[in-house]
């Protein structure tokens, strides 16, 4: 995680000679051009794609699922939420939606999903290119690590999520409220980006700032979504994502599953059944049942601690708060897959956009070997997952020992970078910093209204 003074401008280093930056300066420069990493950017997506194509059960099950129910609700006037409980938040019908009405069967909202993933990706590396000190480093490694994670950000409404969690934390370095707001309407889409919400909430200095800069712009995106929600007949189901996710048990690739995959090396009565009713594999027994319900109560009150950490550093340091942003979003985002008994494979999405955006905003100059840690990491963990599901998801089912090692080592990586995320918050609490005085608040800090 970030040094003290990562996140605060500071004029670049002197000394080096001519000869010795020649290379480098090309080098940079070489990288630095919006058409290399526009070239790449397509190129990675590319790939995906293709990958995406080669994998298409498996990557595109979900999809095909998203416009089953888009269909029914066109043909039919039965939609989600509207007239039947759903597994996600009423403003997953927008995106769930939007394909079937520029498309007219399976593979054309396909290409027609994909596209729109891929457009509000390219907006949202756009975007932390043209908005931070470093955007053009911080574009390259949230290219390298969704090339890492593979073709499954494609196939999920994770696809959509992530880059609004990207640009939320873009625009939370001038923007807060707008940046709450864009969370917000994430959240309602898939809970994750609520993560962003809570850790600004906790960054704002006051009463007032906490009103002015969280509680009006998320109430009134929320206001607009459940009110439309009702003025189509949801009724209490505009609120039904809440309890759909209590009768599940340990899905197969959950953290806290982990103990479970790895007996199965040594005991052959531990199995993983396939639920037919919502199309995941998991644990099943008492004690897995046990752990899932759990699970339940111990994912809130890990965000709470998170948040409560967050708040005090905030107390402490107000004028790093851009980077208790950060670190509480990558803290809070981890947590969200640690603590879930629901482990899929796109959720890994969720985590990139926070070191993404660090690596962006830090000044020029600065050194950058806190953020290189969780960066590498993370590019690990997503790799991973990539190996995970799909490379080799049969063989993990299966039992094979390399890939139960490879997902219990992939777990044991989430639950360190969440560690790590939040000793940090803490390092930046204790630290003392002559930033900190009345009226030295840096450039790169948000608006702690």
């Not at 059960?57 to 416009?67: A, C, Q, S």
Request: aromatic share 10%; proline share 6%; charged share 15%.
């Amino acid at each position: 995680m970030p040094d003290d003074a990562d996140l605060r401008p500071t004029d670049r280093p002197t000394g080096s000679t001519p000869v010795e930056a020649a290379p480098a300066d090309h080098a940079g420069r070489l990288l630095g051009s919006p058409w290399l990493l526009a070239l790449a950017f397509v190129v990675v997506h590319a790939k995906l794609v293709h990958e995406a194509i080669i994998w298409q059960n498996t990557i595109f099950g979900d999809v095909t699922l998203y416009e089953w129910w888009a269909r029914y609700g066109l043909d039919h006037g039965q939609w989600p939420v509207l007239d039947y409980d759903w597994v996600y938040p009423v403003g997953a019908l927008a995106p769930v939606g939007l394909p079937a009405l520029l498309s007219d069967d399976v593979l054309g909202y396909e290409i027609v999903w994909v596209g729109l993933v891929v457009a509000l990706n390219a907006l949202a590396t756009v975007l932390l290119v043209r908005s931070t000190p470093r955007g053009v480093l911080g574009a390259w490694w949230w290219l390298l690590f969704l090339l890492a994670l593979g073709p499954i950000f494609l196939g999920r409404l994770d696809g959509v999520v992530a880059p609004l969690i990207l640009i939320a934390l873009v625009v939370a370095r001038r923007h807060p409220r707008v940046a709450v707001a864009v969370a917000t309407l994430g959240a309602w889409i898939k809970i994750a980006p609520g993560a962003v919400v809570v850790a600004i909430a906790a960054t704002r200095r006051n009463l007032r700032g906490l009103l002015r800069t969280v509680v009006l712009p998320g109430a009134a995106v929320s206001l607009v979504v459940v009110g439309l929600a009702l003025a189509g007949g949801a009724g209490s189901r505009a609120l039904s994502v809440f309890g759909e996710q209590g009768d599940r048990t340990l899905q197969a690739e959950s953290v806290f599953g982990t103990w479970f995959s790895v007996s199965r090396l040594w005991d052959p009565t531990v199995a993983i059944e396939y639920n037919d009713e919502i199309f995941t594999y998991e644990f099943t027994g008492d004690t897995a049942r046990a752990v899932s319900d759990l699970l339940d109560w111990l994912l809130i009150v890990a965000v709470a601690v998170i948040a409560a950490v967050l708040w005090w550093a905030a107390r402490r340091r107000p004028a790093r708060a851009y980077e208790l942003v950060l670190l509480g979003s990558a803290a809070l985002l981890v947590a969200l897959i640690v603590f879930n008994k629901v482990g899929s494979p796109q959720f890994v999405a969720w985590i990139g956009p926070p070191v993404a955006v660090a690596l962006a905003a830090v000044p020029a100059g600065r050194p950058l070997r806190w953020w290189w840690p969780p960066a590498l990491g993370m590019i690990l963990a997503a790799y991973a997952t990539y190996l995970v599901y799909p490379v080799a998801y049969g063989e993990f089912l299966g039992g094979e020992t390399w890939m139960i090692v490879v997902e219990a080592l992939r777990n044991l990586g989430l639950v360190v970078l969440m560690l790590g995320a939040v000793w940090r918050i803490v390092r930046v609490g204790l630290a003392h910093d002559a930033a900190d005085r009345p009226g030295s608040e840096p450039e790169t800090t948000a608006p702690a209204a």
